[in-house]
C-alpha cells in the first residue's frame, strides 16, 4: 500500500519534471520549492553505570566506526599565579600511565588507525569499529592511571614556553587573551591564561592535584556514537569505565563580572601589523536552554551571524569592503556568557569600522525588527538546525545539553517551533537587555600607528595600553639603579644654569616670536613670581592674542573672544612661565615619576611622567640622557570623548646671562614653531601689570 | 507518448556504476558539462556544486588572483538575479553556499534542504550562462580580496610560508604564486580581463556539476537538461599550462626574516603529479614520517630530540607535479640547522633501510580509517566525485583509490625516498626572527 503510493508520487513528479523538461525555460522567473521536507531527528539512548557516569548513545550505522567521548561537567578553581596547569594537566593524560610510555601509547593508537586526543574536560576518542576494544584499552588506561612522569612534563613546559614565543606576533591568540582579562578580568577562571612566569612555575604535584580533584565519574559524560548497538555500548561502557572510583567534587562558583559603566578601548600594539582585529566584547548574564537564549540567537543571526545577510556582512563587506568577514555572537552559559562582535580590518579604517559595529548595535536596541528580516533569519536558522542533523554528533551534543543544563526531553524536538514563535517585540527586549553599545570593551590588536583615532570611543577619552601578556604596555627600557625622578631633574636643572641661579630669579621678560608657515607673530612674555604673568601675540602692531594672570585667575582674549582657563590648562599655562616649576612641583600639586629609558631615532632619553593631585597623567617629558636637558613634552587632553595629543620639541637652547632657555620649539611636527630671542632676568614689574579684568 | 521520451531521455549514454560503497550515476550533457549524481537519503538536503577546472595555475603573469578574484564576483548576480540577491536566494530557502579557489580548480557549492534542488540548479545555470557583473562589485570585492590577503597571509604568523615556498620552488611553472595573488595585480585588474575569463573558462565543457544528496536521480536528470542544455558550450581554446618544472636541479636555499620569534625550517621536495603511481608511494612515504604520534619526525625530532614544537610532511599534491612540504617549528633557543640536520637523518633513513611490516601494516590501517571517515558529508562526497572525474577521469577512484594506496611495498617507499628526497631536489627555507622588524 504504502509502497504504490511512493510509486504514483515519483511517477507524477517525473511527469511533471518531463513536461517542464520540454518547454523552453522561462529564466526570469524563480524555481518553486517542492513540499517541505520534515525534519526528523536521531534518537538516542542513555543509562548510567554504577559508580555515576552518565552514558548517551547514538547509534548510526552508515559508516563502520564509533567515537567514544568522556566529559567532564565541572567549573575548575582559579589558576592564579600558575595559569596553565589545567590545560597541561589534561595534555599530559595522553602522554604517559603506570603501564604504558607515551610512544607506547602512540603506537597503539597508530597501529590501528585511531585518534585519541585527552584535555583538561576529558579524554576523546575514534576509530573503526573493528579495533574498538583496542582503543578502548589504552583509552580508559589513559583515563584513569595518567601516572604525569616528570621527563613529559618538562618536555610540554619547553614546548608551551616556545608556543607563548610564537603566539606573540598572532593577533587573533593575543585578541582572544585581551578580551577574556578584560571582560571577565583576573578573578575569573575564564580571564585566566598562560604566561612565561605562570607556565616556569607549575609542579608535578599541581597537575596531580588537579586530575585528582576533577576527573570523577559522577560528574561525567560518556558519549558513544556511531556503529554499535545500545547493548555493545553498555558492556563496553561497563568493562572499559565501571572501574572508574567516584568522588565528591566541590562547585566552584564566582562572581558575575561586571560591565564598564562607559566604553573602555583597550589596545595591543603589533608591530608591523597591516590589520587590526577589532574585539567589541563583553559579559553578559544568559543561561544556555532558556527561550531567552532562542530569542539571543536570533538577535545574533540578524547582526552579525554565519551568513550574507548579516547586518555586519552586509554594511562593513558588501557595502564598505572594510574587512573580509564581520560576525558577532551572544553566547550562554552556566557561569558567564559573552557578546563579542568583531573583524579584521585594513588599518586605515579601524576607527570607521568601529564606528559602524557600534552603529549596528545601538540600531537593534532601537529599530523594532521588520517581519521580512525575522522571516528570513528564521529561514536561514530552520535550513542551519536541519543541515547540522547530518552528522550523528549533532543528536549526541543535543542528548548531552539536555543531560547537563536539565532541559525537557522535547527541547530540540520542539526548537522549530521556538524558533517560530520569536516576535520582534521580543528580539527588541532581548536587544535592550543584552546589546550594550556603550558598555563594552572595544579591544583592538593592531599597529601602532591607529591608536591615536581611538581615544573617543572611550568613555574616559582614553586608551589603555596593554603588552600581548595582558602586562600594561611599556616600550621602555629599565633604568639603572640610583636614578630617580629627582635625579632626573636635578640634573636638568643643573644643567639649565643651577638651582641657585634659578633660585635668584624673581620675574624675567622673554621676546621672540610664533611662526604658523609663512606667517610669523611677535610674542612677548612678562612674569613674576607667584603665578603672575602676560603673554601677548600681536600682528601688524596690535595685540591679536593675549592672555593674563594675576596668580589667581586668568584671562584669555583672541580675536576679541575671551576665555577663563581653569583647572589643568592654568596649571600648565603657569608652569610654562615659570622657570623655576622643577624646584617646587609639589606647589603645583604635582608628582614626578620616572618611567623609564625611551627611544627616539636611536638617541636615549629618560622619561618622567607628571602626575597631578588625583594621580592622572599630565604630561610626559623626554631628557636627553647625555646633555640632562628637556627634549620633548607630550600632552594628552581629553574633552567631551574627544581626545589631542600635543607634542612640544625643543631643538634648541640659548644661553642668556648664564641661565639656558628652549630657543627654538616646535609644536605637533612643526605645526608651530616658536622662537626666543631676548630674555631680561629680574626686570621691575608692579602687580597691575597683571590685572584681570 | 510521455513515457517513451521519458525512458529516452533517462537511457540516453548515461552509465550506471556499480561500486563498493558510493554509488552514483554520471552523464553527459551535448554541451561537453559532465553530471555526477549521488543518491543518499539518510538527511533530507541536496548539496548542489559546480566544479570549474580553472585555478591559479590557469592565470597570466600580471594578473595573478584573477581566478579566485572572479570566485568573488559571480556571486554578485546574473541576468535574472540582481546584486547582491544570490545569497538571498539560497539563504532565504534555508541554504548555505559557499566557494573556494586553489591552484587547480574552483569549486561552487550550495547546500540546500532537499526540496529546493531546482533552486539551486536555476542558480549555478545563472551563473554558468550570463553572469553579471557591475563596477560597483568589481571595486568592492576588490577591496574585499586585498582584506582576505592581509587577514590570511600577510597578518599571521609565518603567513607567507606557503608563498615562499612556491616562489623559491617554481621558477617556471604558474604554481610559482599563490591563489591570492599580489596586490599590484589585485589592483589592475580590469572589467575587460573579467569578461575574456568568463568566455574562456566559465563554459559547460569545461565544468563538472556534481549533486549528492536526498534525490531522485531521475527527476534530477530532467531539471538539470531543463536548466543547463541551452548553456552553448565554449568557443575558446581553453588553455592549460604545459610547461614542465625541472626537478633534480641543485639545492636553493635562503633565509626569509620574519618578526616571528621560533624559528622554523622549510625543506620542500618535488614530488610526481597526483595520481601517479609514484604519487601513492610518497604519499604513504609521508604518513610513515608524520601521521600520528608514532610518526617518525615527530618521534624523533619532537619527543626524542626535544628540538622542536613540531615536525611533519606533507603530500602537497596538485594536477601538475606538486611538493612535499616538509617543515619543523623549532623550539626556542634551537639552532635551526640542528633542526634540519635532524630532519635529514629521518629522510636518510627511510633511503637505506626498509621499513618493518609493522609499520607497512600501520601506514594501511590509517588508510583504511582515513578511507572510511572522509565520506561522512553529502557535501564532501559531491566534492571528491568531481575531484576525481575533473583530474583522473574516473569517478570510480571515490571507492578504488585505496587500493592503490594498498599496493605500495615496502621498497616502493624506499624507492620513493631516494628519488625524490634528494638533496638536488629541493628548497631549504629559514624563517628567521628579525628584531628590528618589530620596531616598525
Given at each position: 500500500m504504502k509502497k504504490s503510493f511512493l510509486y504514483i508520487t515519483l511517477f507524477a513528479s517525473l511527469f511533471l519534471a518531463a513536461c517542464s523538461a520540454l518547454q523552453p525555460v522561462d529564466r526570469s522567473k524563480v524555481p518553486a520549492a517542492g513540499p517541505a521536507p520534515i525534519i526528523r531527528i536521531g534518537e538516542y539512548q542513555t543509562f548510567q553505570l554504577e559508580n555515576g557516569l552518565k552514558v548517551i548513545v547514538v547509534e548510526n550505522h552508515k559508516l563502520p566506526r564509533v567515537s567514544y567521548q568522556i566529559s567532564l561537567d565541572v567549573v575548575p578553581g582559579l589558576e592564579g599565579s600558575k595559569a596553565g596547569f589545567v590545560s597541561m594537566a589534561g595534555q599530559l593524560l595522553k602522554n604517559g600511565t603506570a603501564t604504558r610510555s607515551k610512544a607506547q601509547i602512540d603506537e597503539s593508537v597508530d597501529f590501528i588507525g585511531a585518534n585519541l586526543g585527552s584535555s583538561s574536560r576529558g579524554v576523546s576518542g575514534s576509530c573503526l569499529k573493528k579495533h574498538s576494544s583496542t582503543l578502548l584499552e589504552v583509552m580508559s588506561d589513559v583515563l584513569l592511571n595518567p601516572s604525569f612522569p616528570d621527563d613529559e612534563i618538562e618536555k610540554l613546559r619547553k614546548q608551551t614556553l616556545s608556543g607563548l614565543a610564537s603566539s606573540q606576533t598572532d593577533p587573533n591568540t593575543i585578541s582572544s587573551r585581551i578580551s577574556d582579562l578584560s571582560k571577565y578580568g583576573s578573578s575569573h577562571p575564564y580571564g585566566e591564561f598562560e604566561t612565561e612566569s605562570s607556565v616556569k612555575t607549575i609542579t608535578r604535584d599541581d597537575l596531580v592535584r588537579y586530575y585528582n580533584t576533577y576527573f570523577k565519574p559522577n560528574v561525567s559524560y560518556l558519549v558513544i556514537v556511531g556503529d554499535i548497538t545500545p547493548e555493545e555500548a553498555k558492556t563496553q561502557a561497563e568493562k572499559y569505565f565501571g572501574g572508574w572510583k567516584r568522588g565528591n567534587v566541590s562547585e566552584n562558583k564566582f562572581k558575575m563580572p561586571t560591565i564598564p559603566a562607559g566604553n573602555e578601548v583597550v589596545f595591543v600594539p603589533l608591530p608591523g601589523a597591516v590589520q587590526s582585529v577589532i574585539d567589541i566584547t563583553y559579559a553578559i548574564d544568559l543561561k544556555p536552554g532558556t527561550q531567552e537564549a532562542i530569542t539571543a540567537s536570533v538577535l545574533n543571526n540578524i547582526l552579525g551571524g554565519n551568513s550574507f545577510q548579516s547586518r555586519l556582512i552586509q554594511n562593513l563587506r558588501e557595502d564598505k569592503a572594510y574587512t573580509y568577514g564581520a560576525y558577532s555572537s551572544i553566547s550562554p552559559d552556566e557561569t558567564v556568557g559573552s557578546f563579542s562582535a568583531g573583524a579584521s580590518v585594513r588599518n586605515e579604517v579601524t576607527d570607521s569600522a568601529i564606528t559602524q559595529f557600534l552603529y549596528e548595535m545601538d540600531r537593534l536596541t532601537k529599530e523594532l525588527i521588520h517581519d521580512s528580516t525575522l522571516t528570513v533569519v528564521k529561514n536561514i536558522m530552520t535550513g542551519n538546525f536541519a543541515r547540522s542533523l547530518e552528522s550523528p554528533q549533532t543528536v549526541a551534543n543535543f542528548a548531552l545539553n539536555i543531560e547537563k543544563y536539565q532541559l525537557p526531553k522535547d527541547y530540540y524536538e520542539t526548537y522549530l517551533q521556538k524558533l517560530n514563535a520569536v516576535t520582534a517585540d521580543d528580539l527588541m527586549k532581548v536587544a535592550q537587555k543584552f546589546i550594550k553599545p556603550s558598555n563594552a570593551y572595544i579591544t583592538v590588536v593592531g599597529n601602532k600607528d591607529v591608536v591615536g583615532k581611538l581615544g573617543r570611543f572611550a568613555a574616559s577619552g582614553k586608551v589603555n595600553l596593554y603588552n600581548s601578556d595582558g602586562s600594561v604596555f611599556s616600550d621602555l627600557k629599565p633604568v639603572p639603579d640610583g636614578v630617580t625622578a629627582n635625579t632626573v631633574l636635578g640634573n636638568y636643572v643643573e644643567a639649565l644654569g643651577g638651582a641657585a641661579k634659578l633660585s635668584s630669579i624673581h620675574s624675567f621678560e622673554q621676546e621672540g616670536n610664533m611662526a604658523m608657515g609663512p606667517m610669523v607673530l611677535p610674542v612677548n612674555i612678562k612674569a613674576k613670581e607667584g603665578g603672575k604673568f602676560r603673554m601677548s601675540v600681536s600682528m601688524n602692531g596690535s595685540p591679536v592674542m593675549t592672555t593674563v594672570c594675576d596668580g589667581n585667575k586668568a584671562k584669555m582674549e583672541s580675536m576679541g573672544q575671551a576665555s577663563y582657563p581653569e583647572g589643568q590648562e592654568l596649571t600648565q599655562l603657569r608652569m610654562q612661565t615659570d622657570i623655576k616649576a622643577e624646584l617646587h612641583y609639589q606647589d603645583y600639586g604635582i608628582t614626578p615619576t620616572l618611567k623609564g629609558i625611551g627611544n627616539i631615532d636611536g638617541k636615549e632619553y629618560y622619561v618622567v611622567e607628571l602626575l597631578d593631585s588625583e594621580g592622572e597623567v599630565m604630561s610626559t617629558d623626554y631628557f636627553d640622557i647625555s646633555t640632562s636637558l628637556r627634549y620633548k613634552t607630550v600632552v594628552v587632553e581629553s574633552a567631551d570623548g574627544n581626545t589631542s595629543v600635543n607634542e612640544s620639541v625643543i631643538h634648541e637652547y640659548l644661553v642668556f646671562d648664564g641661565i639656558k632657555m628652549p630657543s627654538k620649539v616646535t609644536i605637533n611636527n612643526g605645526a608651530m614653531e616658536m622662537n626666543t630671542t631676548k630674555v631680561i632676568w629680574n626686570p621691575k614689574f608692579e602687580d597691575k601689570d597683571f590685572i584681570v579684568e | 507518448m510521455k513515457k517513451t521520451v521519458l525512458s529516452l531521455l533517462i537511457m540516453g549514454h548515461m552509465t550506471q556504476v556499480e561500486a563498493q560503497d558510493i554509488k552514483f550515476t554520471e552523464f553527459d550533457l551535448k554541451n561537453g558539462l559532465h553530471v555526477i549524481l549521488h543518491e543518499d537519503h539518510s538527511t533530507p538536503i541536496v548539496a548542489v556544486t559546480v566544479m570549474y577546472h580553472v585555478g591559479s595555475k590557469n592565470e597570466l603573469p600580471g594578473r595573478t588572483g584573477m581566478a579566485h578574484f572572479f570566485e568573488h564576483l559571480l556571486f554578485e548576480g546574473s541576468e535574472n538575479i540582481g546584486r547582491g540577491q544570490y545569497s538571498k536566494y539560497v539563504e532565504n530557502a534555508g541554504g548555505g553556499l559557499n566557494a573556494n579557489t586553489s591552484f587547480d580548480r574552483t569549486f561552487y557549492y550550495d547546500l540546500l534542504p532537499s526540496n529546493q534542488l531546482e533552486l539551486g540548479l536555476w542558480l549555478e545555470s545563472e551563473r554558468m550562462l550570463h553572469a553579471k557583473v557591475d563596477i560597483k562589485g568589481i571595486e568592492t570585492q576588490r577591496e574585499v580580496v586585498k582584506e582576505e590577503k592581509r587577514q590570511r597571509?600577510?597578518?599571521?604568523?609565518?603567513?607567507?610560508l606557503l608563498q615562499e615556498t612556491m616562489s623559491n620552488s617554481y621558477k617556471v611553472h604558474p604554481y610559482k604564486w599563490m591563489p591570492i595573488g599580489s596586490m599590484d595585480d589585485l589592483n589592475a585588474a580590469q572589467e575587460a580581463d573579467f569578461i575574456d575569463f568568463y568566455k574562456t573558462f566559465y563554459v559547460p565543457n569545461n565544468a563538472v556539476l556534481s549533486i549528492a544528496g536526498d534525490i531522485d536521480p531521475l527527476v534530477t536528470r530532467l531539471l538539470i537538461e531543463k536548466y543547463f542544455s541551452g548553456i552553448p558550450r565554449g568557443k575558446e581554446f581553453i588553455p592549460r599550462p604545459t610547461v614542465v618544472e625541472p626537478t633534480h636541479s641543485g639545492e636553493a636555499r635562503d633565509t626569509v626574516w620574519v618578526k616571528d620569534q621560533l624559528p622554523l625550517v622549510v625543506q620542500a621536495y618535488h614530488i610526481p603529479a597526483q595520481g601517479t603511481p609514484e604519487y601513492y608511494a610518497v604519499d604513504m612515504l609521508n604518513q610513515l614520517l608524520s601521521e600520528g604520534g608514532s610518526s617518525r619526525l615527530n618521534r624523533s625530532v619532537v619527543e626524542e630530540k626535544e628540538l622542536a614544537l613540531f615536525c611533519g610532511a606533507f603530500s602537497f599534491g596538485l594536477e601538475d607535479p606538486g611538493l612535499t612540504l616538509g617543515f619543523s617549528m623549532c623550539?626556542?633557543?634551537?639552532d635551526p640547522a640542528v633542526v634540519e640536520e635532524a630532519m635529514n637523518e629521518e629522510f636518510d633513513k627511510v633511503k637505506n633501510e626498509l621499513i618493518s611490516d609493522q609499520e607497512l601494516q600501520k601506514l594501511k590501517n590509517q588508510v583504511e580509517n582515513n578511507f572510511v571517515s572522509r565520506n561522512s558529508t553529502v557535501a564532501g562526497i559531491a566534492e571528491s566525485l568531481a575531484n576525481y572525474h575533473m583530474y583522473f577521469g574516473d569517478t570510480n577512484l571515490i571507492n578504488t583509490e585505496i587500493s592503490r594506496y594498498q599496493a605500495v611495498s615496502k621498497q616502493d617507499i624506499m624507492n620513493a625516498a631516494k628519488k625524490y628526497y634528494d638533496k638536488s631536489n629541493r628548497v631549504v627555507l629559514y624563517f628567521m626572527h628579525d628584531p628590528e622588524l618589530l620596531k616598525q
Open positions: - | 597571509i600577510d597578518n599571521q604568523p609565518y603567513g607567507t623550539n626556542m633557543g634551537v
